[in-house]
């Protein structure tokens, strides 16, 4: 049977896809930095899931993964990740420096150490990517900055692991209904508690609009189930896309977005996001 090791498996998308993949035949690797996160997994699925303790910024963790790994594996699905929110002008050095450590740094990471490994077996390398990485918007721009990376380096992988026969897929999701969504307001208050009390000022109105776009975002957030699904045809098609947009209405937005002048999409996503006209 196939196997492929997923990064981030204790919740959302990583979680589902572990499972989904289970069900599909394929003995899953299921990355989590918690035993008991783990266990649920195997828990949900015994005879196919194996849990590997891994931290992708540990380099203790990342030092030790390729003895918890079988000698053939044919996948990576680099899952893991973080959202770090707030104004660029208020954003702690040390919070962008986390949010590219764990969504650029340490999918580079975990792909270096396995790749040894699907050069051998011709295998894949799959990347969870996100519209946000085609389209920047206002009090995420640290997230949107990561995955803008995340494609970058993506697309030179793509082209480096081409003589070995290694395949790179990028997943495109938009809101997806998983903790990080779930989670938005928590997030944005704890990137507020980082601002000094004039940047509070200086963008109250923005954290205000911002606030009120999160119900929305939330309601119409899809199913982790697309995107695992999307995963599975990265992994097995004869020719995998370099990139798998999921669901249609984020096909829509992707289309529309790359032929939209910049002032009016700049507009639309000002008032979406609830940018004020005037200070």
Same mark, same amino acid.
């Given at each position: 049977?196939?196997?492929?090791?997923?990064?981030?498996?204790? =919740?959302?998308? %990583?979680?589902?896809?572990?499972?989904?993949?289970?069900?599909? %035949?394929?003995?899953?690797?299921? $990355?989590?930095?918690?035993?008991?996160?783990?266990?649920?997994?195997?828990?949900?699925?015994?005879?196919?899931? /194996?849990?590997?303790?891994?931290?992708?910024? *540990?380099?203790?963790?990342?030092? %030790?993964? @390729?003895?918890?790994?079988?000698?053939? !594996?044919?996948?990576?699905?680099?899952?893991? %990740?973080?959202?770090? $929110?707030?104004?660029?002008?208020?954003?702690?050095?040390?919070?962008?420096?986390?949010?590219?450590?764990?969504?650029?740094?340490?999918?580079?990471?975990?792909?270096?150490?396995?790749?040894? =490994? !699907?050069?051998?077996? /011709? +295998?894949?390398?799959?990347?969870?990517? @996100?519209?946000?990485?085609?389209?920047?918007?206002?009090?995420?721009?640290?997230?949107?900055? *990561?995955?803008?990376? !995340?494609?970058?380096?993506?697309?030179?992988?793509?082209?480096?692991?081409?003589?070995?026969?290694? /395949?790179?897929?990028?997943?495109?999701?938009? #809101?997806?209904?998983?903790?990080?969504?779930?989670?938005?307001?928590?997030?944005?208050?704890?990137?507020?508690?980082?601002?000094?009390?004039? #940047? /509070?000022?200086?963008?109250?109105?923005?954290?205000?609009?911002?606030?009120?776009?999160?119900?929305?975002?939330?309601?119409?957030?899809? *199913?982790?189930?697309?995107?695992?699904?999307?995963?599975?045809?990265?992994?097995?098609?004869?020719?995998?896309?370099?990139?798998?947009?999921? +669901?249609a209405a984020p096909k829509a937005q992707a289309a529309l977005s790359a032929v939209t002048p910049t002032p009016v999409l700049d507009a639309v996503l000002r008032k979406a996001?609830?940018?004020?006209? =005037?200070?």
């Amino acid at each position: 049977m196939p196997s492929v090791l997923v990064t981030g498996a204790a =919740r959302g998308i %990583g979680r589902v896809t572990c499972l989904h993949l289970a069900a599909a %035949g394929w003995d899953v690797y299921a $990355g989590v930095r918690r035993e008991a996160d783990g266990d649920a997994l195997i828990a949900a699925a015994p005879e196919r899931v /194996r849990s590997v303790r891994l931290d992708i910024t *540990s380099a203790a963790d990342l030092a %030790g993964l @390729s003895d918890l790994l079988p000698a053939s !594996l044919d996948a990576v699905v680099n899952n893991a %990740g973080v959202v770090v $929110g707030g104004p660029i002008e208020g954003l702690p050095l040390d919070e962008l420096r986390r949010q590219f450590e764990v969504n650029v740094v340490g999918q580079v990471a975990v792909t270096q150490t396995v790749l040894p =490994r !699907l050069r051998h077996s /011709r +295998g894949r390398v799959v990347l969870i990517s @996100s519209l946000s990485g085609r389209v920047s918007t206002p009090m995420t721009g640290a997230y949107n900055a *990561s995955k803008f990376a !995340l494609e970058g380096i993506a697309d030179a992988l793509r082209m480096e692991l081409r003589p070995w026969g290694v /395949r790179v897929s990028l997943i495109e999701p938009a #809101q997806t209904d998983t903790d990080l969504w779930q989670e938005a307001e928590a997030t944005l208050e704890h990137a507020v508690a980082t601002l000094s009390p004039e #940047q /509070r000022r200086l963008y109250a109105k923005h954290i205000a609009g911002f606030r009120k776009s999160i119900p929305l975002s939330q309601r119409i957030a899809s *199913s982790p189930d697309g995107v695992a699904a999307a995963v599975e045809r990265a992994l097995t098609a004869r020719r995998p896309r370099a990139r798998y947009v999921v +669901g249609a209405a984020p096909k829509a937005q992707a289309a529309l977005s790359a032929v939209t002048p910049t002032p009016v999409l700049d507009a639309v996503l000002r008032k979406a996001t609830g940018v004020p006209r =005037r200070p």
